[in-house]
């Protein structure tokens, strides 16, 4: 199972990093991406990383965002800058295509004034 941890409430423009780790699961061994769960209830993919370090992101937040990996810890993380109002979520972390029974909690991100 994959647990999500980092998460919290700040103003726009504010920064937040995010890690994604795991028990008895190897993330090295996976392309992981970031995912999130607008107050819709849309779950949207926001970057991913691959198993060589290659990155890639949504518009959305392009830029703004950065997507790592730890394979030492067994760790992926999501550095989040400039946070914007639209930012808010449940953010969660899974593999490319997801795996249904990785899904973790998630972790909220409140951006607010």
């Known amino acids: 199972r994959l647990v999500e941890s980092g998460g919290g409430s700040v103003h726009p423009g504010g920064s937040l990093r995010l890690t994604c780790g795991a028990s008895g699961f190897t993330l090295s061994r996976f392309s992981m991406a970031w995912y999130r769960r607008d107050p819709g209830n849309q779950r949207i993919w926001v970057a991913q990383i691959y198993n060589n370090g290659d990155t890639n992101y949504s518009d959305s937040v392009r830029g703004r965002f950065t997507v790592s990996r730890d394979n030492a810890k067994n760790e992926v993380y999501l550095q989040m800058d400039s946070l914007k109002f639209e930012d808010t979520a449940v953010y969660y972390c899974?593999?490319?295509?997801?795996?249904?029974?990785?899904w973790g909690q998630g972790t909220q991100v409140t951006v607010s004034s």
């Open positions: 899974n593999t490319i295509p997801y795996t249904s029974n990785l």
